[in-house]
Each structure stands twice: as C-alpha cells, then as structure tokens.
C-alpha cells in the first residue's frame, strides 16, 4: 500500500492531516465496522480538497468531493468529517480485506479529477515497486493524460497542480482491515 500512497511532497509544512475516528493509534478495522474520516486543514489558506481510499485490490474508490457537495474550500483550520452524515453515507469495512490506504489531496486551486483505470499502464512503478528514478520520468508521461493508472495518483497530482501553479498539499492515512 504504501507504494501506492507515495509520500507528500510537502514534509513538515503545515497543510492537512487526516485521521480516522479510532484515533491516532491502533487503526485496525473488522468486516461491517464503520470508519469515519477526518480532514483537517492546517495551512493559512483555503483548499480544495479530494479524497481517495486505495484498496488492498489495488481498485482506488474516490470518497470527496461528491458533485452535489461542489467545490467549496476547506477553510484554514477547518475540520471536515467523511461522511457527513452517518446514517447515510457510511463507509462499511467489506472485502478485500488488507492494508487499505486513504490519501488527500488540497489545492489553493481546484484540481481536475482524473478518471481511474487499471487497465492503463502504471508510469511510476518498475515490477509493481514505486521507482524514485522514474519520478520526473514517469510525471512527464502523465502531463496530457485524464485517464491513469490508480497508482500514479500522487504523481499525477503533482503535475496537475505545477500546470495550474498551485500549492499542492498531501496526507496519507493507513488502516488494517480484516475479516472478524
């Protein structure tokens, strides 16, 4: 999983954080338990925000923003809950049971959304393992294309953010979920 998440490009600056409501600790969920997420702006500036959650599959499942919520910032030191409404919109722990990632991205600019496919060729990675090397390489490949590989989510990212000359800020959370 981490492979797939990559690691923020903004190290210790202020931005977001996101954090499950098991809290900081032990983040092991069981078939049918609810998760809720929780987004945190840290940055003095407003930011678009998109959530994703990757699979132990290797399937990434787009959480927010939903089109009826439309693109309303996440104000600075704003805390925003996923979902919004539990009785509704609950996030159920089913199968594929593993190491499930959840990665935010946050943007002084709205990004695009890029349409998601297996089936595309993954740029960043060399025999399924996240290549350093192939980074720029791989960034290059990504810079006329909406439909990606889910593993080159971060990258491409990266990019749509430098085209547009916004600050891109990342947070990556993991859980380990399992049958009961």
Request: proline share 9%; charged share 25%.
């Amino acid at each position: 999983m981490a492979v797939r998440l990559d690691q923020p490009q903004d190290k210790g600056q202020p931005g977001l954080r996101i954090f499950c409501g098991k809290g900081e600790g032990d983040q092991r969920y069981v078939a049918g338990e609810t998760i809720r997420l929780f987004v945190q702006n840290k940055s003095n500036k407003p930011l678009y925000i998109t959530l994703y959650n990757l699979a132990p599959d290797g399937q990434a499942h787009l959480l927010y923003p939903w089109p009826e919520d439309g693109l309303v910032p996440l104000q600075p030191k704003e805390l925003y809950i996923i979902p919004k409404n539990e009785q509704e919109d609950e996030i159920v722990i089913e199968p594929p049971f593993g190491l499930e990632g959840f990665k935010v991205f946050g943007a002084t600019a709205p990004l695009p959304q890029p349409v998601l496919d297996r089936n595309k060729p993954a740029y960043g990675l060399v025999k399924g393992v996240r290549s350093a090397r192939r980074r720029k390489k791989a960034q290059k490949q990504l810079v006329h294309q909406s439909v990606i590989h889910p593993a080159d989510l971060a990258d491409w990212y990266r990019v749509k953010a430098r085209q547009q000359r916004t600050p891109l800020y990342e947070a990556s959370l993991f859980v380990q979920s399992r049958a009961k």
